[in-house]
């Protein structure tokens, strides 16, 4: 260890040592040295003691990039930001392990929702498909609010705004996570002030029976032959689609009549009653032998992945291209309500945790609005001697026979009269992760 005043002359005609490396330490600038290796390289380094008391040595720059002006006046920089409470270089050493958000998605983020999250599947479609091609390659810190908002508009432009408000939730929850798992040089959420886009997707849509009719005497000539029975499960329970597909035999109580869905939307284990009709329906549903699945799919043995292609082939033939599977559970929920069934009920029976998200469900028949109308006839007495007179001389407006509970309404011919479908393998297109055509 040498020490040396340290001038600019010095610095350019120093000879390197032979072998190994040589350190002049500057006399007028305590801490700073210049070391030279035998290589013929030269740099400025520093000691000083960091904001632990720990002495540590940092590399300011080459000698031929930094003249030795520059590295007295950076070394005194330092000083003064350590007696701020600031180290420059753990800042900097904070800012190489920020990783870029692909990264993040890739090793923290996509770890951590396999673990619980029985949609990870759909996160990491989205973000392959939608997000990491565009903010993908950027640091987490240099993701700005504007690239969110960039990105969010150009999507919106060719999708609808609920698909584009599910991109944006998703970005929000992966800043959260890392915010949450103080990721190095995080220290914002840029989603943070953006407002999701309008939406008025209370889309009302329900089967009629003329319309039910029509479906099934499609669905009878789907290719998919389980298709017409997951149809059929679906109006006669108002599950949900992914509820029915993965439904397996053992979680049927026959002799209790109640389903038990134990993986669900809302995360918890519900009951769903078994009526006359869907225990007529299950006895008839054939079974492969060896399988836990109601509705496996003869090739792979394992649910369906999704059954879009058949199903919207069926609903073409039947005029009902509007129809969505996900309004057969409307159309149940609106058949309970007209039966003169409480909201509560119809609440437990769709599994949901709170009663305002059962009333977009509830749809009542013009017949029903009607009858409920002239309940109010009593209050007026010429009104109720009139209607009364209307009902000696003419039929109601409304006669509708009582139903017994659990009989199915739309496609009761189906279920109650015709033979089971056949039971023969769909073609080689039905498979998981396919669907038909």
């Known amino acids: 260890m040498a020490k040396q005043k340290l001038t600019q002359k010095f610095v350019e005609r120093i000879t390197p040592p032979k072998t190994g490396k040589a350190d002049y330490f500057d006399t007028e600038t305590q801490g700073l040295l210049l070391r030279v290796m035998a290589s013929g390289v030269k740099t400025f380094s520093c000691r000083y003691r960091d904001l632990r008391g720990k002495q540590v040595e940092r590399k300011l720059g080459n000698a031929k990039a930094l003249k030795l002006s520059d590295a007295r006046q950076l070394f005194m920089d330092i000083q003064v930001k350590l007696a701020r409470g600031e180290d420059l270089f753990e800042e900097r050493r904070a800012l190489k392990k920020v990783p870029t958000f692909a990264d993040f998605v890739a090793q923290s983020y996509l770890p951590h929702v396999k673990g619980y999250k029985r949609s990870w599947q759909m996160d990491d479609a989205l973000l392959r498909n939608h997000v990491l091609p565009i ?7 240099d993701i700005k609010r504007q690239h969110i908002v ?5 999507h919106r432009l060719k999708h609808a705004p609920a698909s584009t408000n599910r991109i944006m939730i998703l970005i929000r929850y992966i800043f959260n996570c890392a915010l949450k798992w103080e990721v190095e040089g995080l220290s914002r959420n ?11 997707n209370k889309r009302q849509r329900y089967l009629n029976d003329e319309e039910a009719a029509r479906l099934f005497e499609s669905l009878a000539t789907s290719p998919n032959p389980l298709l017409p029975y997951i149809v059929a499960m679906l109006l006669l329970t108002g599950a949900r689609k992914r509820e029915v597909l993965d439904a397996k035999w053992q979680d049927f109580d026959t002799h209790q009549r109640l389903w038990r869905i134990e ?3 809302s995360g918890k284990t519900r009951y769903v009653p078994l009526s006359d009709s869907v225990l007529v329906l299950l006895d008839k549903i054939p079974r492969l032998e060896g399988n836990e699945y109601v509705f496996p799919n003869p090739k792979t043995q394992q ?9 919207n082939s069926a609903r073409k033939r039947a005029g009902l291209s509007d129809v969505r599977m996900h309004d057969l559970r409307h159309s149940f929920a609106s058949y309970v309500i007209n039966q003169g069934h409480s909201l509560y009920e119809v609440q437990h029976l769709l599994g949901h945790t709170q009663v305002s998200t059962t ?3 509830a749809h009542l028949t013009q017949d029903s609005l009607l009858n409920a109308a002239n309940s109010a006839a009593a209050m007026v007495p010429w009104e109720k001697t009139s209607q009364k007179n209307q009902l000696l001389s003419q039929k109601p407006l409304t006669s509708r026979p009582h139903k017994r509970q659990g009989q199915i309404r739309p496609g009761r ?3 109650h009269e015709t033979p089971p479908l ?3 393998s769909p073609p080689d297109n039905v498979e998981r992760g396919k669907s038909t055509t």
Do not use: C
């Not at 649910?303 to 199903?311: H, T």
């Open 263 to 265: 993986f669900n939307k």
């Open 422 to 424: 056949p039971t023969a």
């Open 135 to 141: 903010i993908g390659p950027f640091y987490l810190d």
């Open 150 to 154: 960039d990105l969010l508009s150009a």
């Open 190 to 200: 840029p989603t943070s002030g953006i407002e999701q886009y309008p939406m008025n």
């Open 359 to 361: 009333q977009r469900y």
């Open 413 to 415: 011919e189906l279920i």
């Open 303 to 311: 649910p369906f992945y999704g059954v879009f292609n058949s199903w």
